[in-house]
């Protein structure tokens, strides 16, 4: 019986020790964001206006497409980036310094035929980090504020910042990205 309980305190030694390799592994870090964020609810984590950001980015001049943008009465300096014409999709690219795991943004939508989501590309691969898609009862919430997993683009366990490229899709008739003097991200 002690030979027997020797053995099975070295097999979870053993596969205590594979769970701790794999989870601090970059297998892990692609699965988590591949498989399991994918499923999680995009719903606001809080509500509320920023007044300024402190997130080093810039919005890709030449990757507008189908884009403009509309003042906000009653919140001054705030724009909404929309779809110029409105049975198109519209798209532009944010340049971002991934500095932190997290950010948020400020999407709105009118109707579930409208929403946005966020993508990142590399080398030919696609993931979606945000999405949301609006609801029948009327335009959501100004100020929702909807999270972008900035730690699951590609090569976003590495410890270091770098520059990542984020693309913002707009869908639908009354699809809106709220920005604030060139800021699109919080």
């Known amino acids: 019986m002690g030979r027997y309980k020797s053995l099975l305190v070295v097999a979870a030694l053993v596969a205590g020790a594979a769970v701790v ?28 206006l920023r007044s300024c950001s402190n997130i080093v980015q810039s ?12 003042a906000q009465e009653g919140q001054p300096g705030w724009l909404a980036l929309t779809c110029k014409d409105k049975a ?48 029948g009862a009327g335009w959501s919430d100004i100020g929702a504020q909807h999270g972008v997993n900035i730690g699951c683009v590609f090569d976003g366990d590495r410890a270091e910042s770098f520059t990542v490229e984020l693309e913002f899709v707009l869908r639908g008739p009354s699809a809106q990205v709220w920005a604030k003097d060139g800021a699109v991200v919080f």
């Open 88 to 135: 198109r999709t519209g798209r532009f690219r944010l340049k971002v310094l991934r500095d932190r795991a997290w950010m948020l943004y400020y999407p709105r939508a009118n109707g579930t035929d409208s929403g946005v989501e966020v993508f990142v590309k590399k080398d030919g691969q696609v993931r979606k980090l945000s999405g949301m898609t609006g609801s």
């Open 21 to 48: 390799f794999y989870f601090s592994s970059r297998r892990w870090h692609t699965v988590y964001c591949s498989a399991i964020l994918p499923l999680v609810s995009w719903a606001p984590q809080a509500s509320g």
């Open 59 to 70: 919005i890709e001049p030449d990757s507008l497409d189908n884009i403009g943008s509309e």
